[in-house]
């Protein structure tokens, strides 16, 4: 159950309606798991999108994004999210038309026990 969040500074009307494309891309990308745990499809993706936000990234208030990827046994080591990033970088780009250099990507693996889900956690599920 990946969590996406995207944090813009750009206005919504310059998004793509309702970014149904991340949620796609985040359980293509993240559907590298571990054994024992379900693959990532879109129905199980949740995204967040706050775009209009007062924002600085590198000193610049220049159009920007930043996009926060939580999720179970996907983004634990350097390895997998080098090749996380990359690929969400292709989608942001070409999804909001910014420069590598406006977009900063948050990692956050997360344990079974810290996502509720129908009156428990993800542990029991």
């Not at 942001?92 to 129908?118: M, S």
């Amino acid at each position: 159950m990946p969590f996406v969040e995207l944090e813009t500074n750009l206005p919504a009307e310059r998004l793509p309606p309702g970014l149904p494309d991340l949620c796609a891309a985040t359980a293509d990308i993240l559907a590298n798991r571990p054994r024992g745990l379900t693959v990532a499809v879109p129905a199980a993706v949740n995204v967040t999108v706050r775009s209009g936000l007062p924002m600085v990234l590198s000193g610049s208030a220049e159009p920007c994004a930043q996009l926060v990827v939580s999720s179970i046994g996907v983004v634990g080591t350097a390895e997998q999210n080098q090749r996380h990033s990359a690929r969400f970088f292709d989608v942001l780009t070409a999804q909001l038309g910014l420069g590598t250099e406006r977009i900063v990507i948050r990692f956050y693996p997360l344990e079974p026990w810290q996502i509720g889900k129908n009156k428990t956690v993800m542990t029991f599920l």
